[in-house]
């Protein structure tokens, strides 16, 4: 609790962040109105009040003066509750009974008469600075009075959003499983969706055209009217339509030009995709390893940001004056707590203290603190994108025995997925971590630049800023390369157990040689996951709002009361989204897994008995492919 709030007004508080009065920790906030001046004499209240003082006071032969100046008892007390989460006791002025009972006439601890009113008034204009804007004291209560409702909304549907989540599991597997069946359903019914929509705005320019033939100044150009502000005034010109019409023309022919010229490639893309699915459901432990990568950079996290506290509290610990009149020349001087009280800080300005205001101190490791805290992040860097190299690996080589089995699913090994992931951190965790570190320099390069983008926004040099931006576009092209680079790597390692290097030159150059193939099925894959994503959060978002708004009949009245039913809704979209992104992250390094068997079964192999191919009949149908029959013994 604070001895005296008011001062907490003080612009003070804008500078050291806290308030310039007394800070007592009490194991209950008072719940009545008193001043030390009025109850001082009364036994009865003066054994419930002295509970608020320092520890150890005795008021005996002291002034009332000489006890508030020393700030030894709160000048009064004011009905508080806790504020949680900063363990401070803040005014509570809710009602009671409709009501709020108060002596309106106090003095203070200035020995000023003061109405109560003026606290009120006083938490309005106190300023506590938060992501960059300011709010007062009783904004941040009645955000707390938020936070407090959407607490009782997840403490009293929780078990409910679990088995919504649930839900979204199981669509999501269901999913991924129906895909063998539904994948090319589900992308021509987009393509010819596409068609139809472009084909009705070509319709629609033309009758707009026609519909402005012969109207005033319609005949005019563009060029003619100049540069306007109204855009409706575009829509008003024959040749606007025209325009529109000749764009959506050309966009149409492209399309349709793709579908017959790439209609091969297409089918190629959705038939592995429709292998993917046959992949996960023999291999279907895959799903659940996402809970393994998230476990590791859990602990990569937790790593990190102890190591950072450790780092930033491991110095000195500085203190600094605060004083309670704004006008004192020492507030905010570096000041030592054992010798402080024998200073003249005490009789230049009564009423201040020697408080704590951060680590700091002038030591050798404290000068490079900066530089050690850098290393803590390029090793976080590094070790986070380990744990998801090492999962792309162990996935990768789980999927490629599925593929390299010929006769499935006798070929197939017992338990793929763990005896990929003893090869991986047995013989690829060199290769795993070279591939890591690469990525890691580049992302901690690009979080450099973001830093020194921070710092330079107030500066007028506009080359500096070009320089940057420039930098920054292109260390993000990279990065995305490299992760481009470094996930097809991890591929040919699982399939062949080379080193990185010789694994990343093979796959780049094997994708090369069919990049149109490539650019197809990443398409093809994108828009497919992305559907489903949007399929699994929408139907389990869909349902859960008619649940928790109670308009399902029959199972109404099981729907928790709440104050916000957007809270557990969001959650449940949320989570339904996360969880499905998780199960369609292995399927993507499923598909791209596949799709470079694939390229390599090609390549490698002709059909013939001595080299037959390994993809399935549905492929090879494709591809007018087929396997020479093996010549009886």
């Given at each position: 609790m604070y001895?005296?709030?008011?001062?907490?007004?003080?612009?003070?508080?804008?500078?050291?962040?806290?308030?310039?009065?007394?800070?007592?920790?009490?194991?209950?906030?008072?719940?009545?109105?008193?001043?030390?001046?009025?109850?001082?004499?009364?036994?009865?209240?003066?054994?419930?009040?002295?509970?608020?003082?320092?520890?150890?006071?005795?008021?005996?032969?002291?002034?009332v003066a000489e006890v508030l100046s020393n700030e030894d008892c709160p000048s009064m007390l004011i009905p508080s509750r806790p504020f949680h989460n900063v363990s401070r006791g803040f005014p509570d002025f809710s009602t009671r009974n409709g009501v709020l009972m108060v002596q309106i006439k106090i003095k203070d601890g200035d020995d000023q008469m003061r109405?109560?009113?003026?606290?009120?008034?006083?938490?309005?204009?106190?300023?506590?600075?938060?992501?960059?804007?300011?709010?007062?004291?009783?904004?941040?209560?009645?955000?707390?009075?938020?936070?407090?409702?959407?607490?009782?909304?997840?403490?009293?549907?929780?078990?409910?959003?679990?088995?919504?989540?649930?839900?979204?599991?199981?669509?999501?597997?269901?999913?991924?499983?129906?895909?063998?069946?539904?994948?090319?359903?589900f992308f021509w019914i987009f393509i010819f969706g596409v068609i139809g929509v472009v084909g009705y705005g070509i319709w629609r320019c033309f009758y707009e055209y026609y519909s402005l033939k012969g109207v005033p100044g319609a005949n005019l150009t563009i060029y003619d009217i100049g540069l306007q502000t109204d855009f409706r005034v575009y829509l008003e010109l024959q040749q606007t339509w025209l325009v529109f019409m000749i764009i959506l023309c050309i966009v149409e022919v492209i399309i349709i030009l793709m579908l017959i010229f790439l209609r091969n490639r297409i089918r190629i893309a959705i038939a592995l995709l429709k292998e993917g699915s046959r992949a996960i459901g023999y291999v279907m432990s895959s799903l659940f390893y996402p809970i393994i990568t998230f476990l590791l950079i859990a602990i990569c996290i937790s790593y990190w940001a102890v190591t950072a506290v450790f780092m930033a509290t491991s110095g000195e610990a500085v203190y600094k004056v605060m004083g309670?009149?704004?006008?004192?020349?020492?507030?905010?001087?570096?000041?030592?707590?054992?010798?402080?009280?024998?200073?003249?800080?005490?009789?230049?300005?009564?009423?201040?203290?020697?408080?704590?205001?951060?680590?700091?101190?002038?030591?050798?490791?404290?000068?490079?603190?900066?530089?050690?805290?850098?290393?803590?992040?390029?090793?976080?860097?590094?070790?986070?994108?380990?744990?998801?190299?090492?999962?792309?690996?162990?996935?990768?080589?789980?999927?490629?025995?599925?593929?390299?089995?010929?006769?499935?699913?006798?070929?197939?090994?017992?338990?793929?997925?763990?005896?990929?992931?003893?090869?991986?951190?047995?013989?690829?965790?060199?290769?795993?971590?070279?591939?890591?570190?690469?990525?890691?320099?580049?992302q901690f390069i690009r979080i450099v630049l973001e830093y020194l983008d921070h710092k330079l926004k107030a500066a007028q040099n506009s080359f500096a800023k070009f320089l940057l931006c420039c930098l920054k576009c292109c260390f993000w092209c990279l990065e995305k390369f490299i992760k481009f680079i470094n996930r097809n790597a991890y591929i040919m390692i699982a399939i062949y157990g080379k080193n990185f290097c010789t694994s990343a030159r093979d796959a780049f150059f094997l994708l090369m040689r069919n990049i149109v193939r490539v650019a197809v099925l990443d398409k093809v894959t994108d828009f497919l996951l992305f559907l489903g994503k949007l399929l699994v959060a929408g139907s389990v978002g869909v349902l859960a709002f008619f649940f928790f708004s109670r308009r399902i009949p029959g199972i109404s009245s099981e729907a928790p009361n709440l104050n916000y039913y957007w809270v557990p809704l969001l959650t449940v979209i949320v989570g339904s989204y996360l969880i499905a992104h998780g199960f369609f992250s292995v399927y993507a390094m499923c598909v791209d897994t596949l799709f470079l068997c694939f390229l390599?079964?090609?390549?490698?192999?002709?059909?013939?008995?001595?080299?037959?191919?390994?993809?399935?009949?549905?492929l090879m149908k494709i591809l007018n492919k087929h396997n020479t029959p093996v010549p009886a013994q």
């Open positions: 001895f005296n709030i008011l001062r907490c007004a003080s612009p003070v508080v804008l500078i050291n962040l806290q308030c310039p009065t007394t800070q007592l920790c009490v194991s209950k906030c008072p719940d009545t109105f008193a001043t030390y001046r009025e109850i001082r004499s009364n036994k009865s209240y003066w054994d419930y009040y002295k509970q608020f003082c320092k520890p150890g006071f005795n008021r005996d032969g002291k002034s109405n109560v009113t003026d606290l009120r008034e006083a938490a309005n204009h106190v300023r506590v600075i938060q992501h960059g804007t300011k709010s007062g004291i009783n904004n941040v209560l009645d955000a707390r009075s938020v936070g407090m409702k959407i607490f009782e909304d997840f403490a009293s549907s929780w078990y409910w959003i679990l088995i919504a989540l649930f839900i979204a599991m199981v669509v999501s597997l269901l999913f991924l499983i129906l895909l063998r069946f539904t994948a090319g359903v309670n009149k704004t006008f004192c020349n020492y507030t905010g001087s570096t000041c030592i707590p054992e010798t402080f009280n024998t200073t003249n800080i005490i009789k230049t300005c009564p009423g201040t203290k020697c408080t704590f205001a951060f680590y700091g101190g002038e030591s050798f490791y404290y000068q490079y603190i900066l530089i050690f805290q850098l290393s803590n992040l390029f090793v976080f860097l590094w070790l986070v994108n380990f744990s998801i190299a090492l999962g792309q690996c162990t996935l990768a080589g789980a999927f490629a025995s599925y593929y390299w089995a010929f006769k499935k699913p006798a070929d197939i090994p017992a338990c793929p997925l763990f005896s990929s992931f003893g090869r991986a951190v047995r013989y690829h965790t060199g290769s795993l971590a070279l591939g890591s570190l690469i990525l890691a320099l580049v390599e079964d090609l390549e490698r192999h002709d059909g013939s008995a001595e080299k037959p191919f390994y993809m399935n009949k549905s």
